[in-house]
């Protein structure tokens, strides 16, 4: 059954079930509920906590209108300990579904000298005993409750769904079935069945992640047929010594771990993976040149063009001496410029690629791909990972992440990778020196501001993406720019940059950033990735509660990013404890950690933060022992299947559901 043909699904709400990534009935009744609420009858009492109670209308009840927006429904109530008066704000439109005797659960605050209840939430039917209400993560055109009855109905048209946890584990464990385990999860019985139920998906979606890794990894080690590598250390070296800075231990490190890979029969796929602002860039250049040395094709992706360019320029520069072609490909170019960038890929004029996503098109094909690189790759869905490995044979893979994951996290998630930790940092390197002020202090951080930009030294000023009603994210860096014109009465000149833009527009505003026209940048988070301006030694973050700690630590890697001294204000009224982080610490790993205790989760596990790890119901800090247990037995299983050749049905079953392999 499609999923237009549910009942209760018209235009209206397919679009919106669209908008949450919802097409077919599957996808509906694999959408989890992110968390219960749990209600329970309880006593009367006069106190200043939100109760439940349950008990019947004693009469008709009435609705006044007080203003356009606001009314008042109230009706007398008969509970078991008395009859009391409730109040309910804007619910005027359930007057008519409310009558003398019906049955009611409120939840709300009971004033006892008023003897009087104002009812925040309500519900047209009484709870026996302990009630378990799902909540998704859902948009303004769908409510909870719509969302409830759409669950309904695809539990009862759907066909049946597979399983993937193989027979034999399921019974170890003793597991729900899986129709049993999804009405559990959607409807729930009881809290033990409940935890029964996401206990087999964690594990079920924990075990297709580890078995991808295992098989990936299975896969890799029977490839016998590699590129022909040289080693041209001399050359290297001598590149390396040209640079004009010396190379951090762990860098060092890095590029012997890639040149050994290079040279060991075995096709490379390394990560590298480092704190912002630790110098994992020049890592890929020296690998890129080394590739070039074996008369390879290089290619790098990067998530935005604003990163593309700055990698661009900067390669440029650093081969200006050489005689390596290289040239950039981005999505919004002229069709002549980028067919003529297809020729010379084709053709072997171009040694080094660099671009967005516009590198994977299908077009591209290269005359003798040696080595891809993907530059922040927790932006990317492995698919698009994928692709571009497949678009030369053999070819050897290095990604770059600055996700701060702990080493134990990275071995086990990166199952498939070698990886290489940069944690050091580069000499000189000062700590940015991080304050959190409220917003009432501002005016000392305007002071701040100005010092800075006397000094010669530029600023960036970041807003939070806020929505509007529409549920879409609009930018407030407008407001922002009014007060510090303001603020600055002529002084300063300001850039503005937001996600909103055209392309080129970004990057005029960042170029002219880079070449000191602005002392200001006023952006979006659009700027957390990747962006390298040495001279900006301040940044200003407003409504900083709004972030997770890795991303304002991100965030905070633009600056200091030379020998200066830089700064960095939070501004913000709230959640002082969770802040205090980023002040005492500049280091990456330190801050996810302590965001994991203080949060119950961080945010580097966040969909943001993980095209290629976001999971459904799976957490992997929570759940890091189930990830263990998934990862051993889903080793095993591929052992026996591919021992007793029975690999290619299961394997095709789950690789319906696992796309990104081929
Ligand atoms: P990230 O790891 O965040 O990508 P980058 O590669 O952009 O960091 O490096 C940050 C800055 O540090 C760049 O300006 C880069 O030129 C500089 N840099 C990198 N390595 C060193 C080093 N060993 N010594 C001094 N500066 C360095
Ligand atoms: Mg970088």
Do not use: W
Request: aromatic share 10%.
């Amino acid at each position: 059954m499609e999923l237009e043909n549910l009942k209760g699904v018209g235009p209206k709400t397919l679009e919106a079930l669209h908008k949450l990534e919802i097409y077919t009935i599957d996808d509906l009744i694999n959408y989890y509920p992110y968390r219960y609420q749990i209600l329970k009858p309880e006593k009367l009492t006069n106190t200043d906590m939100v109760l439940t109670i349950v008990g019947k209308i004693e009469n008709t009840p009435k609705v006044v209108y007080i203003k356009r927006n606001l009314n008042r429904l109230t009706f007398r109530f008969i509970t078991n300990e008395k009859i009391i008066n409730v109040t309910l704000f804007n619910r005027g439109f359930l007057k008519d579904q409310l009558a003398i005797g019906q049955d009611l659960t409120l939840t709300g605050k009971y004033n006892a000298k008023t003897n009087s209840f104002v009812a925040s939430d309500i519900r047209l039917k009484k709870i026996e005993d302990t009630l378990i209400e799902p909540k998704y993560h859902l948009i303004k055109e769908i409510k909870n409750n719509l969302f409830l009855k759409l669950i309904d109905e695809a539990m009862k048209n759907y066909e049946g769904i597979t399983d993937y946890i193989p027979q034999t584990l399921s019974e170890s464990y003793h597991f729900l079935s899986k129709d049993s385990a999804l009405k559990e999860i959607h409807k729930p019985t009881n809290m033990q069945l409940l935890k029964k139920a996401q206990l087999k998906f964690i594990y079920e979606e924990l075990f297709i992640f580890t078995f991808k890794i295992n098989y990936l990894k299975y896969k890799n080690s029977l490839e016998h047929d590699f590129l022909k590598r040289t080693n041209q250390k001399q050359l290297i070296e001598t590149f390396i010594n040209d640079l004009p800075f010396t190379l951090t231990f762990d860098q060092q490190t890095a590029i012997d771990d890639i040149l050994q890979d290079f040279i060991h029969p075995k096709r490379m796929n390394r990560l590298i993976l480092g704190d912002v602002g630790s110098g994992k860039t020049i890592v890929a250049f020296t690998a890129m040149y080394a590739n070039y040395l074996d008369n390879y094709q290089s290619v790098l992706m990067v998530p935005t063009e604003i990163l593309a360019k700055q990698h661009y320029e900067n390669i440029k520069n650093l081969f200006s001496k050489y005689s390596l072609n290289i040239k950039l490909l981005i999505g919004n170019m002229q069709k002549s410029e980028k067919q003529q960038i297809l020729e010379d890929v084709k053709n072997h004029k171009i040694d080094i690629l660099i671009g967005t996503h516009a590198v994977l098109n299908e077009e591209l094909e290269f005359a003798n791909l040696g080595l891809v690189i993907t530059d922040e790759q927790h932006r990317f869905g492995v698919n698009q990972r994928n692709n571009l490995q497949n678009k030369g044979q053999k070819v050897d893979v290095i990604y770059l992440s600055a996700t701060p994951i702990p080493r134990t996290y990275a071995l086990t998630l990166y199952g498939d990778m070698d990886t290489s930790i940069i944690k050091t940092k580069p000499k000189g390197r000062k700590e940015v020196v991080t304050e959190i002020k409220k917003e009432s202090e501002l005016k000392e951080v305007l002071f701040k501001v100005l010092e800075e930009i006397k000094a010669g030294h530029q600023v960036y000023v970041v807003a939070p993406s806020i929505l509007d009603s529409e549920g879409m994210e609009i930018e407030n860096v407008d407001s922002l720019k009014e007060k510090f014109t303001k603020a600055f009465k002529g002084i300063v000149k300001i850039g503005i940059l937001h996600g909103k833009q055209k392309a080129k527009d970004k990057d005029n505003v960042l170029q002219d950033f880079a070449n000191k026209k602005y002392n200001i940048l006023i952006s979006t988070t659009v700027i957390e990735i990747g962006i390298d301006v040495g001279n900006a030694t301040m940044m200003i973050i407003f409504n900083a509660e709004r972030f997770g700690l890795a991303t304002l630590h991100q965030l905070r890697g633009r600056v200091g990013r030379s020998s200066l001294t830089s700064y960095c204000y939070l501004i913000s009224n709230y959640e002082k404890e969770r802040l205090q982080v980023l002040k005492e610490s500049n280091d990456g790993f330190y801050i996810s950690q302590k965001d994991f205790e203080l949060r119950g989760e961080g945010d580097l596990f966040g969909s943001k933060q993980s095209g290629d790890m976001s999971f459904k119901i799976a957490n992997v800090q929570r759940d890091y022992k189930i990830l263990l247990q998934a990862k051993k037995d889903s080793d095993i299983y591929l052992k026996s299947l591919l021992a007793g050749k029975t690999f290619n049905n299961f394997y095709n079953e789950i690789m319906k559901k696992i796309d990104f392999i081929d």
